[in-house]
């Protein structure tokens, strides 16, 4: 998959496979060498909506199989990032998975795929297995967080 994307982007960071368009880019790998048939009516709906879309809930309904392998190539990259982040930090108190992404594919997460990733470390597997990861469904988050932050601020001030 590497080779195939550079092919279009030259440089390949973790944001062409682990995010929104990242999905699409594992489904048109995984399409583009023969690795899972697209039905003709599907490449229609990819060609005039949002890809990532349609991929997730095809996957997650398991309806076709092109699909859930890229959602299951996907989902165990996700974990592969997040324990490159979890080592970078030592993040020994724990992984918050946030963002519009995780929510949606929550079912996916836990089937194991993500797990499996995230461990996948040689030597330093122990250090991940005691980690705790969690999802953070609360879509406003990121508003309460900031909020939180003013509001330490300026009693600070």
């Not at 699409?24 to 790998?29: D, I, L, S």
């Not at 963002?99 to 996916?108: D, V």
Request: charged residues 20%; proline residues 4%; neutral net charge.
């Amino acid at each position: 998959m590497l080779a195939y994307l550079r092919q279009e982007f030259g440089h390949v960071s973790w944001e062409r496979v682990v995010s929104g368009p990242g999905l699409f880019n594992v489904y048109r790998f995984l399409r583009d060498t023969g690795r899972g048939e697209e039905p003709a009516w599907l490449r229609d709906q990819l060609a005039h909506e949002d890809p990532s879309v349609h991929i997730t809930r095809l996957g997650l309904e398991g309806k076709i199989e092109l699909c859930v392998r890229a959602l299951e190539i996907f989902v165990s990259m996700y974990g592969a990032e997040a324990d490159n982040l979890a080592l970078k930090m030592m993040a020994t108190g724990g992984i918050f998975v946030g963002g519009g992404i995780a929510p949606k594919i929550l079912p996916k997460l836990q089937e194991g795929g993500f797990m499996a990733g995230f461990l996948h470390k040689g030597r330093l597997e122990h250090v991940l297995r005691d980690i705790p990861v969690s999802v953070i469904l609360n879509d406003k988050s990121a508003l309460v967080g900031a909020a939180r932050a003013a509001a330490i601020r300026a009693l600070l001030l």
